[in-house]
């Protein structure tokens, strides 16, 4: 988009570094007993928050990622969940987190979890950095969540718009603009 907009921050890298270490222990006290737990970014979205989340974990796990996309470079989301790469990784009988940036409608991770569901895991729970709950248009909710947040446009954290600002430490609000306030 070439609509002008600028960046407040909304929630800050200490606020979610703090979050984090506090899900990690309950994830943690979750898979206890696991030998090995297998950790499913969702990308690209999720790529900085799994990151913080594997390295807060004292367990010891595997990394794979899963690319299901349903919004392009648009702001709107689309009903249609292309599965665009799958994981490398045998997940029947193994301990599976899934790990979200954003719930919105929730078509995404509805989609990923019949997925992996049919492929029999041991355990699947989910974790989201974000929930949007008066978005949603699926009925789903992740077994975690880091924080929930009103229906605002939301980048950082791995999160983008037109595929920027993924790189922004912080969780950001998009707040567009008249051309001459930029
Ligand atoms: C975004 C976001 C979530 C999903 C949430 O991903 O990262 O994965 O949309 O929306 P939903 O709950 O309405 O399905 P996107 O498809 O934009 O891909 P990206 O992660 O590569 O940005
Ligand atoms: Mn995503
Ligand atoms: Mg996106």
Do not use: C
Request: proline fraction near 3%.
């Amino acid at each position: 988009s070439k609509r002008p907009y600028v960046i407040d921050e909304m929630i800050s890298a200490k606020q979610i570094a703090a979050r984090i270490e506090s899900l990690a222990r309950e994830i943690e006290f979750e898979f206890g007993s696991t030998d090995k737990l297998i950790v499913v970014g969702l990308l690209r979205g999720s790529f900085v928050f799994i990151a913080d989340i594997v390295r807060e974990l004292g367990l010891p796990v595997e990394v794979d990622f899963l690319e299901a996309s349903s919004y392009g470079n648009d702001m709107e989301s689309s009903r249609e969940v292309r599965i665009l790469k799958d994981i490398r990784g045998e997940i029947e009988g193994r301990d599976v987190l899934v790990v979200e940036d954003i719930v919105d409608t929730g078509f995404t991770l509805t989609h990923v979890l019949r997925l992996l569901k049919g492929r029999n895991p041991r355990k699947l729970r989910t974790i989201a950095l974000l929930d949007k709950p008066s978005r949603r248009e699926a009925d789903v909710k992740a077994d975690w969540i880091g924080f929930e947040i009103p229906d605002e446009f939301v980048v950082g954290y791995g999160i983008d718009y037109a595929q920027r600002n993924r790189n922004l430490p912080f969780i950001g609000k998009v707040r567009f603009v008249d051309e001459d306030e930029v």
